[in-house]
T-cell receptor, first 115, second 112 residues
Framework: SAVISQKPSRDICQRGTSLTIQCQVD?????MFWYRQQPGQSLTLIAT?????????ESGFVIDKFPISRPNLTFSTLTVSNLSPEDSSIYLC????????????FGPGTRLTVT | ELKVEQNPLFLSMQEGKNYTIYCNYS?????LYWYRQDPGKSLESLFV?????AVKQEGRLMASLDTKARLSTLHITAAVHDLSATYFC????????????FGQGTRLTINP
């Protein structure tokens, strides 16, 4: 299974600023994803990070608010821009090597609090 | 829009008992995931079910998939306290794309 690390593990940010979250996978993977988990809630997919192309965003999420980079097959970043208290959540990246058995592994998450 | 619904959302049970968590989804998919999340932790992959009739077991947990009924179950046998966690099922939004839509989660508490 892939080992995924995220930085930072948590942060407290002021309203109107931005936070960039890094996700590192210990092996090359085809697919990387970013999810949001609001307090006490389930997970919602933000976007798919594709190496060599633009990220694809799910309904309700836009590039201006959540710009994503995927410079190589082991690394991705998610920026949460123009922060508001409603952005306080846990942000998780996940990866899949692609192909059977189609496992998808999750990083430890970044807990963001916006004040 | 794909919807994934879990039942029950909260479950408190005694050690040694058996119980089942249900996961219903609204559109065709033949790939279903079960995850475990402990408080303050990330998600641990439990099972990936890839076809109709698939059954997988690990320890006291057994998961099954009925694609015709759009239903998956996670069965807990002779529960122990260590199984206390929140359990999520998830389904591929677009078949093969691995864009997962998660259920609400079932918070399981097992009492000694």
């Amino acid at each position: 299974s892939a080992v995924i690390s995220q930085k930072p593990s948590r942060d407290i940010c002021q309203r109107g600023t931005s936070l960039t979250i890094q996700c590192q996978v210990d092996s090359q993977v085809t697919m990387m994803f970013w999810y949001r988990q609001q307090p006490g809630q389930s997970l919602t997919l933000i976007a798919t990070a594709n190496q060599g192309s633009e990220a694809t965003y799910e309904s309700g999420f836009v590039i201006d608010k959540f710009p994503i980079s995927r410079p190589n097959l082991t690394f991705s970043t998610l920026t949460v821009s123009n922060l508001s208290p409603e952005d306080s959540s846990i942000y998780l990246c996940s990866s899949s090597p692609g192909g059977a058995p189609y496992e998808q592994y999750f990083g430890p998450g970044t807990r963001l609090t916006v004040t | 829009e794909l919807k994934v619904e879990q039942n029950p959302l909260f479950l408190s049970m005694q050690e040694g008992k058996n119980y089942t968590i249900y996961c219903n989804y609204s559109t065709t998919s033949d790939r279903l995931y079960w995850y475990r999340q402990d408080p303050g932790k990330s998600l641990e992959s439990l099972f990936v079910l890839l076809s109709n009739g698939a059954v997988k077991q690990e320890g006291r947990l057994m998961a099954s998939l009925d694609t015709k009924a759009r239903l998956s179950t996670l069965h807990i046998t002779a529960a122990v306290h260590d199984l206390s966690a929140t359990y999520f099922c998830a389904v591929d939004l677009i078949q093969g794309a691995q864009k997962l839509v998660f259920g609400q989660g079932t918070r399981l508490t097992i009492n000694p």
